[in-house]
């Protein structure tokens, strides 16, 4: 981290390291390149960063939008719509025309109600939208609950049981094109075995599938892939082989079958810190805090999800005390981190809260009529 020009910076901003994120999409297109038929969609809500963008667009990767506002940034950043897939289970007519009037590449529909209005509006176009269905797989994930999405109770997706009923549909509607099935199962997950079950899952219904003569083009897995929110520095980059080889050894691909990923945090998590200064180290009886100008309005990840970033003194090399590192906004939430073990802070220094690349700047507010927080890569 280039600690001179920080100095010359307002806090609080994220940095984005280019270097991380070159490294990191070079190690996905390499694992990527030893499976045939694999396409990575960058899940755009992870960091929707102009900047960022264009970097990835240039790798050759394409996107995964949740919303129309990602579709219309996607395409700012040069992406090409025939590479954007749209997943969500509350598209409006708006957000679904737009997508029809790009050409995206497919729509993830979830829900029978949904694929109706697409069939209709783009019958009133003279078009042919083209369709996944997201399937419930009823698989959990080790991860937060708040960010698990494939268990029946989550609001996502087509239940299993519905999944012929749908696929019939779609075959029978004339302005839509039916090309296989996309599954989410979470985020943040890092054992392997959790993605191994969920190709064992999409084994079973495609084996059901076929037995009914339906046949499968398009098979996407989604995103999920974790990063070592306690190892910025030892673990900069997500382990991609394991995570490509563990769908190469267990999901049966057919001959000519596509299998599409959604990769967000594990693409950009690891680049990302946020920098903020000390403002002041409050001496209180119980505890010692360092307040920084940074808050939750910034990063939300530790007061949403009880998340923690590591977070490093940049400028002080004095013995380590301990802190908690809170913001100065008005909530109890707003803390960084609990009994942190920093080089002695001073007003003035400069701390690197780490790994916050992926849900970071954007989803930062203006709570407390707070500026956003500007972002730098270099
Ligand atoms: C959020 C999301 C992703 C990306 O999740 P990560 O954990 O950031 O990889 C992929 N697909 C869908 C449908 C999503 O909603």
Redesign the pocket.
């Known amino acids: 981290m280039n600690i001179e020009r920080f100095k010359t910076l307002e806090t609080p901003f994220y940095y984005y390291d280019k270097g991380v994120l070159n490294d990191t999409i070079a190690a996905i297109k390499s694992e990527m390149s030893k499976h045939d038929g694999y396409h990575l969609?960058y899940?755009i809500?992870?960091n929707a960063n102009i900047e960022v963008l264009k970097v990835i667009q240039q790798a050759g990767l394409g996107v995964?939008a949740?919303s129309g506002g990602e579709i219309k940034q996607a395409l700012e950043a040069g992406f090409d719509a025939g590479k954007i897939?749209y997943?969500?289970v509350g598209k409006a007519d708006w957000e679904i025309n737009l997508g029809l009037n790009a050409g995206i590449f497919c729509f993830?529909v979830e829900s029978l109600e949904e694929l109706r209005i697409i069939n209709e509006l783009a019958a009133a176009k003279n078009k042919v939208a083209r369709v996944c269905f997201?399937i419930n797989p009823n698989v959990g994930a080790h991860t937060h609950a708040n960010?698990t999405?494939g268990l029946a109770e989550n609001k996502?997706g087509i239940a299993m049981e519905d999944m012929e009923l749908a696929i019939r549909e779609a075959e029978e509607l004339s302005n839509i094109e039916f090309l296989g099935l996309?599954f989410?199962i979470?985020?943040?997950?890092l054992e392997m075995d959790d993605f191994a079950a969920l190709a064992d899952r999409i084994n079973a219904l495609q084996d059901r599938l076929e037995s009914q003569g339906i046949k499968i083009r398009v098979i996407?897995v989604?995103?999920?892939?974790?990063i070592a929110y306690d190892d910025p520095d030892g673990k900069p980059i997500p382990d991609f082989e394991s995570y490509f080889d563990t769908y190469a050894s267990n999901l049966k691909q057919r001959p000519g079958q596509e299998v599409h990923f959604?990769?967000?945090?594990?693409?950009v998590?690891q680049m990302g810190s946020l920098i903020t200064r000390v403002l002041y180290v409050k001496h209180a009886h119980i505890k010692q805090f360092a307040i920084v100008d940074a808050g939750m309005s910034d990063l939300i990840r530790p007061a949403l999800y009880g998340a923690h970033h590591e977070i490093q003194n940049l400028t002080s090399e004095e013995t380590r005390e301990v802190y908690d590192v809170v913001g100065p906004i008005c909530e109890s939430s707003d803390v960084f981190g609990k009994d942190e073990k920093l080089n002695a802070c001073h007003r003035g220094d400069l701390i690197a809260i780490r790994s916050a690349g992926?849900?970071g700047e954007i989803m930062a507010c203006q709570y407390n009529c707070r500026r956003l927080p500007k972002a730098y890569m270099f």
């Open positions: 969609h899940a809500k992870a995964d949740v897939v997943a969500g993830n997201r960010i999405t996502f996309h989410h979470g985020s943040q997950i996407n989604g995103g999920g892939l974790g959604e990769l967000g945090r594990a693409v998590g992926a849900y």
